[in-house]
């Protein structure tokens, strides 16, 4: 006897499960006898019409999926069933052995879906960065040339701050005319907002999204903004400096801080009470706008 293995949807597994309790049969069995039928009939019956592509799920394409920002159950119900469809699907990883946070959040949310890592070991040079994105855009190439769906996984957001445009606008180099679409996801300032019990915006209030560079000059602009909410991301390192110039604008009161939201030892809260020391890479800061006018 051989031994195989096939990937089944959660609906089948569920009612397999059933019919097994209702018959007092293995699953296995079941999956036998099953494939036995189908394998006997196929000589005399004609085949039975291929399976319904949902529209935007068919091959070739690449999708780039939004699996939340770490807690298992902020991955949406559209993320699980485009990977449970995917033909392959890949998460960025420092190293082949190197489990990424994206790869074990759909683990934990749907086991059943395989995952291949990309390395991404990107150094300061170019060539380290370039070499990183051809590999990773010829590994999709693989999938995408058999006529098959590709999906890549990213934490968040696949259009907020994540490698996947740029792996997306290599394949389009390489093949003009292959679809890519993307399944949004939660971020982590909403998680952080949710948590904390911060308002995002209200009523013409603006919201500001930036990452923390080298240079504290942009978000000191932004905090000149009382209007604007202002998210900080990958400011971790420097929260010192972020909570000395909340200070200075006079909008430390109010500002929140998730780090390793959804993470062993993941904490949220005021950034006062945590700004004397750098904190994670995985850290958002929100910086609510100033609303003291509000009844
Ligand atoms: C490369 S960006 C990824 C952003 C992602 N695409 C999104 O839509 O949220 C990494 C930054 O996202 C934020 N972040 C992601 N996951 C987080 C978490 N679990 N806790 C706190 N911040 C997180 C941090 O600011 C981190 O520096």
Redesign the pocket.
């Known amino acids: 006897m051989r031994k195989t293995s096939v990937y089944l949807p959660e609906e089948t597994k569920a009612a397999l499960h059933q019919v097994s309790l209702r018959w007092n049969r293995s699953e296995a069995q079941l999956i036998r006898e099953a494939i036995d039928r189908l394998v006997r009939s196929a000589d005399t019956e004609a085949a039975p019409a291929p399976p319904v592509v949902p529209p935007g799920l068919e091959g070739p394409r690449l999708i780039g999926v ?1 699996v939340g ?2 807690a298992p159950d902020l991955i949406t119900q559209r993320a699980i069933r485009v990977l449970e469809r995917a033909d392959r699907v890949f998460a960025a990883s420092t190293a082949p052995d190197a489990i990424a ?1 994206a790869e074990a959040i759909v683990r934990s949310a749907a086991p059943e879906v395989a995952i291949d890592r990309l390395p991404f070991v990107i150094t300061d040079t170019p060539d380290s960065r370039d070499g990183c994105f051809e590999r990773a855009a010829d590994a999709l190439l693989s999938v995408l040339d058999r006529g098959q769906i590709a999906a890549f996984i ?5 259009n ?3 490698t996947f445009p740029e792996l997306a606008r290599r394949v389009t180099a390489k093949r003009p005319g292959v679809p890519i679409t993307t399944v949004p ?1 939660i ?2 300032f909403q998680e ?1 907002a949710a948590a904390t019990g911060t308002v995002l915006a209200e009523g013409d209030e603006r919201i500001d999204i930036a990452t923390m560079g080298d240079d504290l000059a942009p978000l000191s602009a932004a905090l000149a903004k009382s209007h604007s909410t202002v998210i900080l ?4 390192r420097r929260l010192p400096e972020i909570a000395a110039q909340l200070s200075e604008h006079d909008r430390l009161v109010g500002a929140v801080i ?6 062993p030892g ?1 904490r949220n809260g005021p950034v006062a009470e945590v700004a004397d020391r750098p904190a994670s ?4 800061v929100i910086v609510p706008a100033q609303r003291d006018d509000r009844p």
């Open positions: 939004g920002p770490s946070r990213t934490l968040g957001d696949p907020a701050y994540s996801g971020m982590a952080l991301y990958k400011g971790g998730g780090e390793l939201m959804g993470l993941g890479y995985l850290a958002t």
